[in-house]
């Protein structure tokens, strides 16, 4: 069965800092990846998705995330965090044969001045 | 285009009453969701439907029920309301059954039972 893993349950950091939220999924053959965000009393947005070709995928507001194959990862990044990035971010993977995502337990990401 | 749009955005129940989450989707998609959020945890399935009249289980069925009359509506039926279904609701559609397409969500409804 798929699973994902989101290590970090909270993570802090500084306004201008760059950013990395760590995922780890468990699937047998190529996964379709997402990172979903919501802001507080929100629903999901998308941010990004891979489905296959470049690793190194660009998604709004500045994000990116990379595959590795190797090591079962699809880390997401931000070079430089605003305030309003302060959200939950949720790591999810698709199974090939249907439309059912399996979501990570998120990760808060908390800005600091 | 309002996109997936949820009623009621927040309620009270008591135990043993009986309730509906309406969820409604202006984007002619085929494939609609509910999930439930449960505090320091990530979505979970809980219903289904690949299109009107076709609804199947998912991760955590029990005590909800759904019905899909329409392609826009998929409403989430709670009998028995339980302590245990204290939750954030969310309703979700997407277009096919193309896996590259995205899931778009609803604002969510926070539902409280005591």
């Known amino acids: 069965a798929q699973s994902v893993t989101q290590p970090d349950i909270h993570i802090t950091v500084s306004e201008g800092a760059s950013l990395e939220l760590r995922c780890n999924y468990s699937?047998?053959?190529?996964?379709?990846l997402f990172w979903y965000v919501q802001s507080p009393g929100q629903g999901l947005q998308l941010l990004l998705k891979?489905?296959?070709?470049?690793?190194l995928v660009q998604g709004i507001k500045g994000f990116e995330a990379e595959f590795k194959r190797s090591q079962s990862s699809f880390n997401l990044r931000k070079p430089s965090v605003h305030w309003s990035d302060a959200a939950e971010y949720f790591c999810a993977v698709m199974n090939t044969g249907f439309q059912k995502l399996v979501f990570g337990t998120g990760t808060r990401l908390l800005v600091s001045p | 285009n309002a996109g997936v749009t949820q009623t009621p955005k927040f309620r009270i129940l008591k135990i043993g009453q009986s309730m509906t989450l309406q969820c409604t989707q202006d984007?002619?998609?085929?494939?609609m969701y509910w999930y439930r959020q449960d505090p320091g945890m990530g979505l979970k399935l809980i219903y289904y439907s690949v299109g009107a009249g076709i609804t199947d289980k998912g991760e955590v069925p029990n005590g909800y029920n759904v019905s899909r009359s329409t392609t826009e509506d998929f409403p989430l039926r709670l009998e028995l309301a339980a302590p245990s279904q204290t939750s954030v609701y969310f309703c979700a559609s997407s277009p096919t059954s193309g896996s590259e397409n995205e899931q778009f969500f609803g604002p969510g409804t926070r539902l409280t039972v005591l």
């Open positions: 984007m002619n998609h085929n494939y």
């Open positions: 891979y489905f296959s070709g470049d690793t």
């Open positions: 699937y047998g053959a190529t996964p379709y």
